[in-house]
């Protein structure tokens, strides 16, 4: 369903492999954040889209495929790194932008919103420096 601005929502699994893709292409440009993803967590984008892709399918649209726990991979990665919450609050504007960019409706309001808890609930459970 199209809104008035003409943009797409995030309720199927073409448009969240669209939104993955163009937020990991900020966050993987910004010079701070794009070293923890490829040099601390190692990431291979071939590998991590789809996981990505699955796990925002799950929030999203109830699919199942998604079952890795997430706070136990975020805590690896802050033992390898101690992460900061302006980490945290770069990925979420990253996210809010990329998000308001090419997307609308509901289905995107949703996924702004568990972003803002998804960031709030890492840094707090990981007890990062301010």
């Not at 163009?22 to 993803?37: K, M, N, Q, T, V």
């Not at 890492?122 to 420096?129: A, C, F, G, I, P």
């Amino acid at each position: 369903m199209m809104n008035t601005a003409n943009k797409p929502d995030l309720d199927s699994p073409e448009n969240i492999a669209v939104f993955v893709e163009a937020f990991y292409e900020r966050l993987l440009a910004d010079p701070h954040l794009a070293p923890i993803f490829i040099d601390v967590a190692n990431i291979d984008v071939r590998e991590h889209f789809p996981r990505i892709q699955a796990y925002w399918q799950k929030l999203l649209l109830g699919d199942s495929g998604y079952q890795r726990h997430t706070m136990n991979i975020h805590r690896q990665l802050h033992a390898k790194q101690n992460l900061q919450l302006s980490d945290f609050k770069l990925w979420l504007a990253y996210f809010i932008e990329t998000a308001d960019e090419h997307f609308s409706g509901a289905k995107t309001e949703r996924a702004k919103r568990i972003a803002r808890t998804i960031a709030g609930n890492m840094s707090t459970s990981l007890r990062v420096d301010e």
